[in-house]
Every structure is written in structure tokens, then in C-alpha cells.
């Protein structure tokens, strides 16, 4: 089964527009993560935040946590034609214990 | 450093055939984790070894699947008798630490590239 359900499931955008997905989770976390996966790289982890942080950066990413709605977005801002891939959300049931991923939104940033 | 390897990267098997997936962590990770990826969802836990023993094999769909890590290192994921619902990217994952760590703290998992498995 899976925790995190992402949306939208698929956003098409302009270069150097934002790109803004969210994701929605239902138990209670200690730490929300978010993910890229491409052809290329495979499964890219871009950036955690913790139950106690409402907002954290790192370069064009920003993400924020809303525990009480149990929900999380990713903004990437001035988008780039090779952020073009799914990104997902996952949360560990707990410490180190496996990651549950959502299905991921797909982007398409088109140059 | 290497990241994660896997090997193959691509196979096609024959319906009832058993395969062999090998994945070669992080050297010196403790933690080891293998995820199935159906076309178009997210990747679903399946097992975790910590070291050579296998902590957690809640997700595996079938008794046809199973994993070892026999000295805490190399892995393999074996799936006996595919079927063509078994057709996924099958992902495997390391992290430095193991065990159940304190609220709050973190150890990331590294993912390899994935075997691309196909059952015909």
C-alpha cells in the first residue's frame, strides 16, 4: 500500500516557469522526503524535512510541511528542461525502516 | 565511490522461469532495502536486511520471492516461477546506519538503477 498520493499526477510546464506538486500522507511521520526519478539517473533523493520544520530550501527547491493536514509541496522554482521526471513523495514508517512512496507526479518541462 | 549497483539491468524471462537479481550496495552500508516499481506507481517496500539478517520481509508478494544477503553485503532477490504480474523495475536501496534510530533522526537510502524486469 501506499501512504503519500501525489498531485497533480502529471504537470506540463514551460521553462522557467515554477512547478509547484503537492503530496498528501495519512499516518504520522517523523520526516517527509521527496524524491526525482529519471531514465538517467534513477531515483534521485532531493531533499527531507522533519516533523518540526515547516519550511526548508536548498537551491530552486522549496519545501513545505503542514502536519496538521498531513500534507507536503515541492516548489521548484525558474524550471529547467532537464528537471523534466517523476517526483515523489515518501515518509519511513519509522527511523530507518523502509520508505512509503507515493505514485509520484510526472513533469514535463518543456524548453 | 561506487553508488549502488545492480545487475542485470534489463531481463526477460519466459512465464515459470526463476530469476536472480544481484544488487551490490554502498560499500561498508549496513542497511539494505529492496523495492518493487509497477509502471506508472511508486516503488513498494518489499524487504530489509540489516547486515546479513533479514529484518523485515513484509512486502514480499509471494513465497515465489525471496532475498538473502548471506554476508551482509552483496544481495540477491530471487523470484521463482515469474509470473507476468512479477513484470516491474525492481529497486534496491543502502543506507550507512541500521537499526531503529531516535525520532527524528535520519539515514539516507541510496537507490541503484534498477533491474528492469519483463515476463513474457
Known amino acids: 500500500s501506499q501512504q503519500g498520493e501525489e498531485d497533480p499526477q502529471a504537470l506540463s510546464i514551460q521553462e522557467g516557469e515554477n512547478a509547484t506538486m503537492n503530496c498528501s500522507y495519512k499516518t504520522s511521520i517523523n520526516n517527509l522526503q521527496w524524491y526525482r526519478q529519471n531514465s538517467g539517473r534513477g531515483l534521485v533523493h532531493l531533499i527531507l524535512i522533519r516533523s518540526n520544520e515547516r519550511e526548508k530550501h536548498s537551491g530552486r527547491l522549496r519545501v513545505t510541511l503542514d502536519t496538521s493536514k498531513k500534507s507536503s509541496s515541492l516548489l521548484i522554482t525558474a524550471s529547467r528542461a532537464a528537471d523534466t521526471a517523476s517526483y515523489f513523495c515518501?515518509?519511513?514508517?519509522?527511523?530507518?525502516?523502509?520508505?512509503?512512496f507515493g505514485k509520484g507526479t510526472r513533469l514535463s518541462v518543456i524548453a | 565511490g561506487a553508488g549502488v549497483s545492480q545487475s542485470p539491468r534489463y531481463k526477460v524471462a519466459k512465464r515459470g522461469q526463476d530469476v536472480a537479481l544481484r544488487c551490490d550496495p554502498i560499500?561498508?552500508?549496513?542497511?539494505l532495502f529492496w523495492y518493487q516499481q509497477a509502471l506508472g506507481q511508486g516503488p513498494e517496500f518489499l524487504t530489509y536486511f540489516q547486515n546479513e539478517a533479514q529484518l523485515d520481509k513484509s512486502g514480499l508478494p509471494s513465497d515465489r520471492f525471496f532475498a538473502e544477503r548471506p554476508e551482509g553485503s552483496v544481495s540477491t532477490l530471487k523470484i521463482q516461477r515469474t509470473q507476468q504480474e512479477d513484470s516491474a523495475v525492481y529497486l534496491c536501496?543502502?543506507?550507512?546506519?541500521?537499526?531503529?534510530?531516535?525520532?527524528?533522526?535520519?539515514?539516507?537510502?541510496?537507490f541503484g538503477p534498477g533491474t528492469r524486469l519483463t515476463v513474457l
Open positions: 536501496a543502502s543506507s550507512l546506519l541500521g537499526g531503529l534510530s531516535i525520532l527524528g533522526n535520519y539515514n539516507e537510502q541510496f
Open positions: 515518501a515518509t519511513p514508517l519509522a527511523g530507518n525502516t523502509p520508505l512509503v
Open positions: 560499500s561498508g552500508h549496513v542497511s
